[in-house]
Protein backbone atom coordinates (compact mmCIF):
# COMPACT_ATOMS: atom_id res chain seq x y z
CA UNK A 1 0.00 0.00 0.00
CA UNK A 2 1.18 3.51 -1.03
CA UNK A 3 2.20 5.71 2.01
CA UNK A 4 0.21 8.53 0.48
CA UNK A 5 -2.90 6.02 0.93
CA UNK A 6 -5.17 7.39 3.24
CA UNK A 7 -5.94 5.86 6.79
CA UNK A 8 -8.83 3.50 6.96
CA UNK A 9 -9.46 5.10 10.62
CA UNK A 10 -9.74 8.62 8.90
CA UNK A 11 -12.01 7.33 5.95
CA UNK A 12 -14.33 5.64 8.45
CA UNK A 13 -15.20 8.96 10.44
CA UNK A 14 -14.97 11.87 7.89
CA UNK A 15 -18.61 11.05 7.23
CA UNK A 16 -19.45 12.44 10.57
CA UNK A 17 -17.99 15.63 9.68
CA UNK A 18 -20.57 18.44 8.03
CA UNK A 19 -20.84 18.11 4.31
CA UNK A 20 -18.69 21.01 2.93
CA UNK A 21 -17.33 22.02 7.03
CA UNK A 22 -13.93 23.35 7.39
CA UNK A 23 -11.25 21.07 8.31
CA UNK A 24 -7.89 21.04 9.97
CA UNK A 25 -5.00 18.82 8.66
CA UNK A 26 -2.60 19.17 11.21
CA UNK A 27 0.77 17.91 10.27
CA UNK A 28 -0.35 17.43 7.10
CA UNK A 29 3.27 16.30 4.93
CA UNK A 30 2.48 14.95 1.91
CA UNK A 31 -1.05 16.08 2.41
CA UNK A 32 -2.57 12.23 1.87
CA UNK A 33 -5.53 13.79 3.79
CA UNK A 34 -5.46 16.65 2.69
CA UNK A 35 -6.23 15.50 -1.28
CA UNK A 36 -9.10 13.05 0.12
CA UNK A 37 -10.82 15.88 2.50
CA UNK A 38 -10.94 18.17 -0.80
CA UNK A 39 -11.99 15.38 -2.90
CA UNK A 40 -15.43 15.00 -0.51
CA UNK A 41 -16.13 18.95 -0.43
CA UNK A 42 -14.63 20.23 2.21
CA UNK A 43 -12.56 23.35 2.82
CA UNK A 44 -8.95 22.45 4.60
CA UNK A 45 -6.31 24.56 6.12
CA UNK A 46 -3.69 22.17 6.05
CA UNK A 47 -0.41 23.17 8.64
CA UNK A 48 3.03 21.65 9.06
CA UNK A 49 6.33 23.28 8.86
CA UNK A 50 7.41 22.34 5.89
CA UNK A 51 4.43 22.44 3.03
CA UNK A 52 6.74 22.20 0.10
CA UNK A 53 5.11 18.73 -0.84
CA UNK A 54 1.65 19.96 -0.64
CA UNK A 55 1.92 23.66 -2.88
CA UNK A 56 0.04 21.27 -5.69
CA UNK A 57 -3.36 21.28 -2.96
CA UNK A 58 -3.41 25.18 -2.60
CA UNK A 59 -6.72 26.85 -4.15
CA UNK A 60 -9.39 28.70 -3.15
CA UNK A 61 -10.67 25.75 -0.61
CA UNK A 62 -7.31 24.93 0.49
CA UNK A 63 -4.84 27.19 2.90
CA UNK A 64 -1.34 26.25 3.48
CA UNK A 65 0.26 27.17 6.66
CA UNK A 66 3.79 26.61 7.22
CA UNK A 67 3.52 26.90 11.39
CA UNK A 68 6.36 25.93 12.99
CA UNK A 69 3.70 23.84 16.41
CA UNK A 70 6.07 23.20 18.99
CA UNK A 71 8.31 26.76 19.17
CA UNK A 72 6.63 29.10 21.30
CA UNK A 73 3.61 28.57 24.22
CA UNK A 74 1.33 25.73 22.82
CA UNK A 75 -1.76 27.96 23.47
CA UNK A 76 -0.39 30.12 20.30
CA UNK A 77 0.55 27.21 18.03
CA UNK A 78 -2.68 27.31 15.79
CA UNK A 79 -2.25 31.34 16.14
CA UNK A 80 -5.70 32.48 14.85
CA UNK A 81 -6.81 28.95 13.41
CA UNK A 82 -10.11 27.68 14.90
CA UNK A 83 -13.51 27.03 14.85
CA UNK A 84 -12.94 23.65 12.67
CA UNK A 85 -15.68 21.10 11.92
CA UNK A 86 -13.02 18.69 11.38
CA UNK A 87 -9.36 18.18 12.66
CA UNK A 88 -7.08 15.57 10.96
CA UNK A 89 -4.25 14.26 12.82
CA UNK A 90 -2.16 11.58 11.71
CA UNK A 91 1.26 9.98 12.36
CA UNK A 92 2.16 13.10 14.80
CA UNK A 93 2.15 13.56 18.48
CA UNK A 94 3.44 16.10 20.44
CA UNK A 95 1.63 16.52 23.59
CA UNK A 96 0.99 20.26 24.80
CA UNK A 97 -1.33 20.59 21.87
CA UNK A 98 -3.80 18.54 22.80
CA UNK A 99 -5.87 21.34 24.44
CA UNK A 100 -4.98 23.52 21.45
CA UNK A 101 -6.55 20.66 19.41
CA UNK A 102 -9.74 20.24 21.30
CA UNK A 103 -10.22 24.18 21.87
CA UNK A 104 -9.94 24.12 18.10
CA UNK A 105 -12.98 22.76 17.19
CA UNK A 106 -16.62 24.29 16.39
CA UNK A 107 -19.53 22.60 18.46
CA UNK A 108 -20.42 19.77 16.55
CA UNK A 109 -16.86 19.66 15.32
CA UNK A 110 -15.27 15.66 14.58
CA UNK A 111 -11.91 14.68 16.27
CA UNK A 112 -10.42 12.41 14.02
CA UNK A 113 -6.37 11.27 15.71
CA UNK A 114 -4.23 8.30 14.67
CA UNK A 115 -0.31 7.89 15.55
CA UNK A 116 2.31 5.33 17.26
CA UNK A 117 1.83 4.23 20.59
CA UNK A 118 3.46 2.31 22.95
CA UNK A 119 4.86 -0.83 21.85
CA UNK A 120 5.60 0.27 18.42
CA UNK A 121 9.47 0.06 19.42
CA UNK A 122 8.93 -3.88 18.17
CA UNK A 123 8.10 -2.40 15.05
CA UNK A 124 10.92 0.01 14.39
CA UNK A 125 10.30 4.21 14.23
CA UNK A 126 9.28 5.69 16.43
CA UNK A 127 11.11 4.18 19.24
CA UNK A 128 11.25 7.51 21.21
CA UNK A 129 8.64 7.34 23.73
CA UNK A 130 8.11 11.21 23.43
CA UNK A 131 6.55 10.18 20.07
CA UNK A 132 4.69 7.36 21.23
CA UNK A 133 1.16 7.48 23.15
CA UNK A 134 0.75 5.89 26.57
CA UNK A 135 -2.12 3.06 27.38
CA UNK A 136 -4.99 4.78 26.51
CA UNK A 137 -3.68 8.15 26.08
CA UNK A 138 -5.67 9.95 23.87
CA UNK A 139 -9.31 8.95 25.75
CA UNK A 140 -7.25 11.00 28.74
CA UNK A 141 -6.19 13.68 26.80
CA UNK A 142 -9.55 14.32 24.76
CA UNK A 143 -11.78 13.53 27.48
CA UNK A 144 -13.20 17.02 27.17
CA UNK A 145 -14.78 15.59 23.96
CA UNK A 146 -17.34 12.94 23.70
CA UNK A 147 -15.35 9.82 22.83
CA UNK A 148 -17.19 7.78 19.75
CA UNK A 149 -14.42 5.01 18.71
CA UNK A 150 -11.15 4.09 20.09
CA UNK A 151 -8.69 1.52 19.51
CA UNK A 152 -5.39 0.25 20.56
CA UNK A 153 -3.23 -2.55 19.25
CA UNK A 154 -1.16 -3.75 16.56
CA UNK A 155 -1.65 -3.29 13.11
CA UNK A 156 -0.24 -4.90 10.09
CA UNK A 157 -0.98 -2.17 7.28
CA UNK A 158 0.21 -0.06 5.62
CA UNK A 159 3.02 -1.94 7.68
CA UNK A 160 3.33 -3.55 10.81
CA UNK A 161 3.13 -1.27 13.80
CA UNK A 162 1.77 -0.63 17.11
CA UNK A 163 -1.23 2.34 16.86
CA UNK A 164 -3.79 3.94 18.94
CA UNK A 165 -6.98 6.04 17.41
CA UNK A 166 -9.58 8.18 18.62
CA UNK A 167 -12.79 9.63 16.82
CA UNK A 168 -14.43 12.17 19.46
CA UNK A 169 -16.71 14.95 18.70
CA UNK A 170 -17.06 18.49 20.56
CA UNK A 171 -20.69 17.99 21.44
CA UNK A 172 -23.29 15.09 22.52
CA UNK A 173 -23.56 11.77 20.68
CA UNK A 174 -24.80 11.52 17.28
CA UNK A 175 -24.61 9.03 14.15
CA UNK A 176 -21.83 6.75 13.72
CA UNK A 177 -20.45 6.64 9.78
CA UNK A 178 -21.87 3.21 8.47
CA UNK A 179 -19.37 1.79 6.29
CA UNK A 180 -17.02 2.52 3.48
CA UNK A 181 -20.69 2.31 1.26
CA UNK A 182 -21.67 6.11 3.23
CA UNK A 183 -17.86 7.54 2.03
CA UNK A 184 -18.42 6.19 -1.38
CA UNK A 185 -21.60 7.66 -1.35
CA UNK A 186 -20.21 11.22 0.50
CA UNK A 187 -17.40 11.15 -2.63
CA UNK A 188 -20.03 10.62 -5.36
CA UNK A 189 -21.70 13.54 -4.36
CA UNK A 190 -18.53 15.66 -4.21
CA UNK A 191 -17.57 15.14 -7.40
CA UNK A 192 -21.13 14.81 -8.23
CA UNK A 193 -21.25 11.27 -9.67
CA UNK A 194 -24.46 9.46 -10.33
CA UNK A 195 -25.13 6.64 -8.20
CA UNK A 196 -24.73 3.20 -9.01
CA UNK A 197 -28.63 1.41 -9.80
CA UNK A 198 -29.98 -0.56 -6.86
C1 LIG B 1 5.08 11.29 9.87
S1 LIG B 1 4.61 12.78 9.13
C2 LIG B 1 2.83 12.57 9.06
C3 LIG B 1 2.21 13.35 7.95
C4 LIG B 1 0.71 13.15 7.77
N1 LIG B 1 -0.05 13.53 8.92
C5 LIG B 1 0.42 11.72 7.40
O1 LIG B 1 0.03 10.93 8.24
O2 LIG B 1 0.60 11.42 6.21
C6 LIG B 1 4.81 13.96 10.42
C7 LIG B 1 4.65 15.39 9.97
O3 LIG B 1 4.76 16.24 11.09
C8 LIG B 1 5.40 17.41 10.68
N2 LIG B 1 6.00 18.06 11.84
C9 LIG B 1 6.91 17.55 12.69
N3 LIG B 1 7.26 18.46 13.60
C10 LIG B 1 6.55 19.58 13.32
C11 LIG B 1 6.49 20.87 13.90
N4 LIG B 1 7.25 21.21 14.94
N5 LIG B 1 5.65 21.79 13.36
C12 LIG B 1 4.89 21.47 12.29
N6 LIG B 1 4.90 20.26 11.70
C13 LIG B 1 5.74 19.33 12.20
C14 LIG B 1 6.46 16.93 9.71
O4 LIG B 1 6.91 17.97 8.86
C15 LIG B 1 5.70 15.83 8.98
O5 LIG B 1 5.10 16.33 7.81
Aim: overall charge neutral; glycine content about 12%; some cysteine.
Amino acid sequence: MAHDTPSAWVRRFIPLIRPGGRVLDLAAGGGRHTRLLLDMGFVVTAVDRDIAGLHPLASGKCDLRALDLESGPPERALGPLGGFDGVVVTNYLHRPLFAPIAAAMASGGVLIYETFAAGNERFGRPRNPDFLLRRGELIAAFAVLTIIAFEEGEVTRPRPAFVQRIAALAGPLGRLPESDTELDATRRLAGGEPAPAA
